[in-house]
């Protein structure tokens, strides 16, 4: 199973922007759908973001318009640009893999953190 490794979290100003980047140890290009995903303290995990190998994303609607997901099968990167951040996106997010339209997302990694405060 291809692992994933979440960076790029940290202390943001609400209305600031950051860059959340996972790291896959192995190739993307056939993986069906590359999703983002969060969860804050005393909350369920919920999906943010995904993107499937025909580019089709899939946003949340508490980040439409805000966040953008993006895949690159080359690097086997996966990438969720966030910006006008809000307090109420602070949370732990990860990465996950599905990989055929079928199954259900793979095993979590450690996430990174995300805290939007002032």
């Known amino acids: 199973q291809v692992q994933l490794v979440e960076s790029g979290g940290g202390l943001v100003q609400p209305g600031g922007s950051l860059r959340l980047s996972c790291a896959a140890s192995?190739?993307?290009?056939?993986?069906?759908?590359m999703g983002w995903f969060r969860q804050a303290p005393g909350k369920q995990r919920e999906l943010v973001a995904d993107v499937t190998t025909g580019g089709t994303t899939n946003y949340a609607e508490s980040v439409k318009g805000r966040f953008t997901i993006s895949r690159d099968n080359i690097k086997n990167m996966v990438y969720l640009q966030m910006n006008s951040l809000k307090p109420e996106d602070t949370a732990v997010y990860y990465c996950?893999?599905?990989?055929?339209?079928?199954?259900?997302?793979?095993?979590w990694g450690q996430g990174t953190q995300v805290t939007v405060s002032s």
């Open positions: 996950n893999r599905k990989y055929n339209i079928l199954s259900s997302w793979g095993s």
């Open positions: 192995g190739n993307i290009f056939s993986i069906y759908s």
